[in-house]
C-alpha cells in the first residue's frame, strides 16, 4: 500500500554575512514498506525524522533523493486519499463543529446536505452528538482532536497519518482517544501512520512498530506487535506487552545517549 524507499532529506538553515548556512540531514535511507489497512506506529527519539518521514508520505515536505509510493502511485504532493491529523488540532476557531468536520467535503465540492449528513454520522461516531454548533473555544482539548480526528475521516482518506494527535491530552482522556480509534480503525479499516513518544501507545495500537534512531534519522528495526485484535488493555498485563514495552524503552534510551555523546563531541 505504502511504499518508502530510500528516502533523504537534509533542510538547510540559512545564514548571515556573520554566520555560514548550516545544514541537518534529517532522514538518510529510510526504506520501509506497509500494507493495506496495517496500523504502523512509529517511535524515537525528537529530532529523529518522525514528522519529516509523515509529511513526506503526507506529500507536504519533498524528499531531496528517493521515493514514497502510494497505492502504486508516485507520491508527488498532496491528495484525498492521504489525510492528516495534527498535535495542534488546526481546527477553523471562527466555525462550528459541523462546518469544521465538513470542511474537506466543502472544498472538494460536496453539496451541503451530503456534506452534513456525512459530519453529522461522522460527530456522533467520535461521541460529540449535541455539540454541532459549538465553537472550538468551547470545546476541551480531548473534544478538539476527536473534530479533528473526524475532519480526517470525513473525506473517506484510505491513509491516515497522524502525527502525535493525543500528546497533548491529560492521560484519562488520552487513554480515551486511543480506544475510540481503536474501535473506528477496525471498524473502517485505513491504513494508519502513527506518529508517537508514547511507549503505551506505540504498542497497544500497533500491528507494527518502527524504531528510529537520530544523527540522521533512519530506522534501526520494526518490530511485530503479536497482540491479538480487537484490541483491549487486558493486553498490558500480558507478558508479551511488558517485554516489547522493555525493548522499546532500551532502543529509545540507547538512541538518546548516542545522540547526546555526539552533541558532546
Not at 538547510?12 to 500494507?35: F, H, Q, T, W, Y
Not at 498532496?78 to 472544498?107: C, T
Not at 534512531?213 to 500480558?238: K, N, Y
Amino acid at each position: 500500500m505504502i511504499s518508502i524507499t530510500n528516502a533523504n532529506k537534509t533542510f538547510v538553515k540559512p545564514g548571515s554575512r556573520k554566520v555560514e548556512a548550516s545544514s541537518v540531514e534529517v532522514l538518510k535511507n529510510v526504506n520501509l514498506e506497509i500494507k493495506e489497512n496495517e496500523f504502523i506506529t512509529i517511535v524515537g527519539p525528537s529530532g529523529c525524522g518522525k514528522t519529516t518521514l509523515l509529511r513526506a508520505v503526507a506529500g507536504l515536505t519533498k524528499l531531496d533523493s528517493g521515493e514514497i509510493k502510494a497505492a502504486g502511485d508516485l507520491v508527488t504532493g498532496p491528495s484525498p486519499d492521504r489525510a492528516m491529523v495534527f498535535q495542534s488540532f488546526a481546527l477553523m476557531p471562527w466555525a462550528n463543529v459541523m462546518r469544521n468536520v465538513a470542511f474537506g467535503l466543502e472544498i472538494r465540492g460536496v453539496g451541503k446536505d451530503e456534506r452534513e449528513t456525512i459530519a453529522r454520522e461522522l460527530i456522533l461516531a467520535v461521541g460529540l452528538k449535541g455539540f454541532e454548533n459549538s465553537l472550538p473555544g468551547e470545546l476541551s482539548g480531548g473534544m478538539k482532536q476527536r473534530v479533528g480526528l473526524a475532519r480526517a475521516l470525513a473525506v473517506n482518506p484510505k491513509i491516515l497519518l497522524m502525527d502525535e494527535p493525543f500528546g497533548g491530552l491529560d492521560e484519562q482522556t488520552k487513554r480515551l482517544m486511543q480506544e475510540e480509534l481503536l474501535r473506528l480503525w477496525e471498524s473502517q479499516k485505513k491504513t494508519v501512520i502513527f506518529v508517537t513518544h508514547s511507549l503505551d501507545e506505540a504498542i497497544l495500537l500497533a500491528d507494527r512498530c518502527v524504531l528510529m534512531a537520530a544523527r540522521p534519522g533512519h530506522i534501526t528495526e520494526v518490530l511485530d506487535i503479536p497482540l491479538g485484535r480487537p484490541r483491549t488493555r487486558d493486553a498490558e498485563r500480558t507478558s508479551t506487552y511488558i517485554d516489547l514495552k522493555e525493548k522499546i524503552w532500551d532502543h529509545l534510551r540507547t538512541a538518546q545517549i548516542q545522540e547526546n555523546a555526539a552533541k558532546g563531541a
